[in-house]
């Protein structure tokens, strides 16, 4: 037997809803457009509406090349399946191996923002509503040293690891948390489009500094479309899930991304808004996160204020659910063809629960190191590393499966010179705007150095290994890649 067994033992446990609700969530409206806003405060010609508008349209072919390619290969760890397949087991296992370190490395993250944009604001915003300094206090506090920071993240990673590990409670907290999600941004939108008349600038400026910004919207929010792409063999009714699933929820996702922008123009201003992130304002909540203007037309209702960061609380917890998520299934892809030891492809409750505890473990190690000893790696490396070893590989890849279906090629080539346009733009404008650069490559340049090279240099190194001990035991890894594995 080539594969390791002839079943995943994976269950189709995701209907059309669920699959709608991961990528929404994964696209997260209301935390992707938090950090673009952030940094067009240092792109004061930029067109919001405009931006957003760019950054949408760029990523119409990637959504219908992932569409199309779960269509035709419904398999979990899908971006990996495709690699393998198209280019072998040596392509197939550097992609693997850098896509769990990126998630393992990107799980902190998503705890600090979680922190950062939503827990801290939140708190601070409920404490001034009610009048209780005692609050406002303890939300600074967290920020206050690293420790009460690694704490909090500790205790957020948890949380996302133990609503994971159940598939079909996994599928229902999915499903119920964004539904909250929703009601919290639709409320958000109400509120700012009701508060007072601040004007629309329709002014286009079709300029660099929009583009930049489009390339931040990209890489905050609209790349970020492929979250079925990880569960596909376990989504019931292929075909009309994945409609749902990609199609409806991106767009979706960008009529909420252009309300929030509209509502946030007109409520707050664009003047007002970008003043207040730079100088800051007269209110004890931080300017860094949409939470804080999200919550201002609602100030003095806190019953609302409250109901609002309860909603926005799954913002980073649903990203990071679905790291969880896709790590333990490329893990269990990994182990299903060999390439990792047979015991992480044991699937318990649903999911493959060896796989995720070792995720698990591996990512507290990276907590420790970017949290408590406070080695970040910078926004722009994050993104465009993803980008570049996720994205555009995948696009390349799939130009192999056109044979199954021409609308692949068409649909994986302009993928391709999008995803290209994005890179390009993001480091050229970074380079000669120094201060758009200082803003998006903020970190640790040896630890963002080392999150470059590290992971492809894994799996380079797992591939080695693997094949040496794999052909002691007569198994020759070529063959089981040439292959699509079972369901």
Known sequence: MKFLRESTGLVKEFSAVDAFALNFSFLGPAAGVSYPLFVSAFLPNSSWILSVILGAVLMIPLVLNYYLLNALIPRSAGDYIYVSRAFGPFAGSILGM???????????????????????????????????????????????????????????????????????????????????????????????????????SLDPKLNTQTFALSSIFVLSLFAFANAPSFFAGEIKKNRKSFLAGYLLSYTVATIFVLLLIISLEIGIGKENYVSAVISGWNLPISTSSLLSFGVLPFIHYPAIVMIIFVTALSWYLLYAMINVGASSRILFSLSFDRLLPAFLADVKRGVPFNALLLSFLVSMIFNYVEVYLGYSISFAIDGLWFVIWNYLIVAIASIKFYKLDKRVLYTSISSVIALSAVVFTTLYYGIVNSTFGGVIFEGNFAFDIISIFIPPITGAVTFVISQKVRSKQGIKLSLIYKEIPPE
């Open 98 to 200: 850098s896509l769990l370190m990126s998630f393992m490395m990107g799980f902190p993250v998503l705890a600090m923002l979680e922190v950062i944009m939503v827990i801290v604001p939140g708190l601070q915003a409920i404490g001034y509503s009610l009048g209780n300094e005692a609050l406002i206090n303890f939300a600074n506090s967290i920020l206050s040293s690293s420790l009460n920071l690694f704490v909090t993240t500790t205790l957020i990673v948890l949380i996302a690891f133990l609503l994971s590990s159940s598939e079909r409670y996994y599928a229902r907290t999915f499903r119920y948390l964004t539904f909250l999600q929703i009601i919290g941004t639709v409320t958000m939108i109400y509120g700012l489009l009701t508060f007072h008349y601040s004007g629309v």
